[in-house]
Structures are given as C-alpha cells and as structure tokens.
C-alpha cells in the first residue's frame, strides 16, 4: 500500500494543470501539447502550440515522427470528456512519457489563457519566442 506521499507524488508524475502547463511552455520545457479530440474540435479552438492527434487515430505509424525524449501533454474537452485519458494511455502504450492536463481546454480558458482557432478567445499569453 502507498503512503500518502507516495500515492500524492505518484499522482503528479501523471497529471498537470494549466498553470504548470502554461510555466512550462513560457519556459520552453521539453513539453509537447496534444490535443486528443477530433479535428473539428481542434480547428475550432485550441491550446496556443498544441498540436492535433486524435486518440482514436494514435498509432506507432501516426507517432513515429515524434520525440520519445520529450512530455507529451494531453488535453479534451474537460471533465466531460474523456479523451485526453484514452490519449495518455495510448502514447503510454507506444513508449512516450505523457501527462494529462487536468481540466482540459475549459479550466485552461477558466485560468484566464489565450487559445487560438476559429473561436479562439483573448487572455493571458506567453512571453517566449517559440
């Protein structure tokens, strides 16, 4: 059984939330965002630098082009999406180190952060030239 510094340490190698995203793209960590949800959500309204790979479509063959040294971070909806969860496990399947972002794009947009696409909305931005 976990202590409860474990099962809490644990629990944080595998999740973030969107101000420790946003620190960490601002601060040009080795951090890739993955938005999990099919294209039309994506070109509708997404996280500054994310890039799209839906869950569904995630396969040695859709990945091979990414870097297993970095973190990927991966993000839906919100609370009522799950596809976030189905994206860490299927890059945690293919070998990559993966984290999901707590809230998804709604609690990023509730924080006060810019997102960018079609109905993208104004907020804070990041500082770093990337």
């Not at 202590?3 to 620190?23: G, R």
């Not at 890739?32 to 479509?57: S, T």
Request: aromatic share 10%; charged share 25%; with cysteine.
């Amino acid at each position: 059984m976990l202590s409860q510094t474990e099962f809490y340490e644990c629990k944080l190698n595998y999740e973030m939330d969107p101000s420790d995203l946003f620190d960490a793209l601002e601060a040009e960590e080795d951090v890739v965002v993955i938005d999990a949800r099919k294209e039309f959500g994506y070109r509708k309204e997404h996280i500054p630098m994310a890039i799209n790979l839906p869950h569904r479509e995630m396969n040695e063959e859709s990945t091979s082009h990414l870097d297993k040294s970095k973190t990927y971070v991966c993000y839906c909806d919100g609370i009522g999406c799950n596809a976030s969860t189905k994206a860490a496990l299927n890059m945690a399947r293919l070998g990559f180190k993966v984290k999901e972002l707590i809230g998804g794009i709604a609690w990023w947009k509730l924080d006060g952060y810019a997102t960018e696409g079609t109905n993208g909305t104004s907020g804070v931005t990041m500082r770093c030239a990337c």
